[in-house]
């Protein structure tokens, strides 16, 4: 039986962040699919005006029923807002290297980069765009994915925050992103890691 299940790429105003990029050239979509799962990989919004409008695209292309979501970097702060808004359409959520939030150097680089029309999507509590209070108030089974310590946009007490916001939130073995190098000889073990606990979540539901 094929089971769908709905990946977010990160990237925050970045014209070459695609999922292309993100899923499909890492190698994750081709060990989703030989695992079982039916992925959809719909690209972001390029130039938000809000995280609610980034939701508000994405959640025009959820499949019909209940489906399991993977949110990753930034795109977390979509797929969380996704949650809120559709409760009923997404079954679990894996946040995969959240992006850390209230970093005054990290949110000046990307003012920089990107100028002053990225400043809306910048505030936020743990995760940009979502209110502490937002996540504490998530029902569905979460997985938080933390990034290498040496990641300066994915930073541990990010995920450690989640950890203790969202109830009954489960941590995944540590991963570099996936567009990064070291990626590549761990596509297989992020994709099993990823299966092991949907799987889980399927059966216990």
């Given at each position: 039986m094929a089971r769908p299940l709905f990946l977010i790429h990160g990237g925050l105003w970045e014209d070459d962040m695609?999922?292309?990029?993100?899923w499909h050239r890492p190698g994750v979509i081709s060990r989703l699919r030989e695992d079982g799962w039916v992925p959809q990989t719909p690209n972001r919004l390029p130039r938000p005006a809000s995280w609610e409008a980034e939701a508000a695209h994405l959640a025009r292309l959820l499949p019909d029923g209940p489906v399991p979501v993977i949110a990753a970097s930034n795109g977390a702060s979509v797929g969380v807002r996704l949650a809120l808004a559709h409760p009923a359409r997404v079954s679990a959520l894996v946040l995969a290297w959240p992006a850390t939030a209230g970093d005054p150097q990290l949110d000046q680089a990307t003012r920089v980069a990107h100028g002053p029309g990225v400043e809306p999507l910048l505030a936020g509590e743990t995760l940009r765009g979502v209110r502490d209070d937002e996540l504490a108030r998530l029902r569905l089974p979460v997985a938080v994915v933390p990034a290498p310590p040496e990641s300066?946009?994915?930073q541990r007490h990010t995920a450690d925050?989640?950890?203790k916001l969202v109830p009954d939130a489960v941590e995944l073995p540590v991963f570099p992103e996936t567009p990064h190098p070291g990626f590549?000889?761990?596509a297989g073990e992020f994709s099993e890691a990823l299966a092991g606990f949907l799987r889980s979540r399927t059966a216990a539901s």
């Open positions: 695609t999922a292309d990029r993100f300066p946009w994915h925050a989640l950890l590549a000889g761990r």
